[in-house]
């Protein structure tokens, strides 16, 4: 069955970095692309950052623009996230959709991860 594990969270400085990963398991990435999404205290599910199924287009929130960067290494997807601000502390979620002008709504997602923690302090 379909799987995806995040890992690479923690606690971190203002200003610090952390690397995400999320494994995949039976996925695969043609008609389907991966998707970051994150839930910050008090708020709602919300986009990150995507990359397209053939690794050629990035969308990103203007909240992370400059300071994050999504990739994919095959069936593994990481989240490069450098100057963090405390207001980026929360729950983030790995994700697949297939809808990319949808990319950063939540009810377009097809599978999910857990999440992990981040938190910046």
């Known amino acids: 069955h379909v799987q995806l594990v995040e890992s690479g969270g923690g606690s971190v400085q203002t200003g610090g970095s952390l690397r995400l990963s999320c494994t995949t398991t039976?996925?695969?990435?043609?008609?389907?692309?991966p998707v970051w999404f994150r839930q910050t205290p008090g708020k709602e599910r919300e986009g990150v950052a995507a990359?397209?199924?053939?690794?050629?287009n990035w969308q990103y929130a203007d909240f992370v623009k400059g300071r994050f960067t999504i990739s994919r290494e095959g069936p593994t997807i990481y989240l490069q996230m450098n100057n963090l601000q405390p207001d980026d502390t929360g729950v983030y979620y790995c994700?697949?959709?297939?809808?990319?002008?949808?990319?950063?709504?939540?009810?377009?997602?097809?599978?999910w991860g857990h999440g992990t923690q981040v938190t910046v302090s």
């Open positions: 994700a697949t959709s297939t809808h990319w002008g949808k990319w950063a709504s939540p009810s377009f997602a097809e599978y």
């Open positions: 990359v397209s199924s053939g690794n050629f």
């Open positions: 039976n996925l695969i990435f043609i008609d389907r692309f």
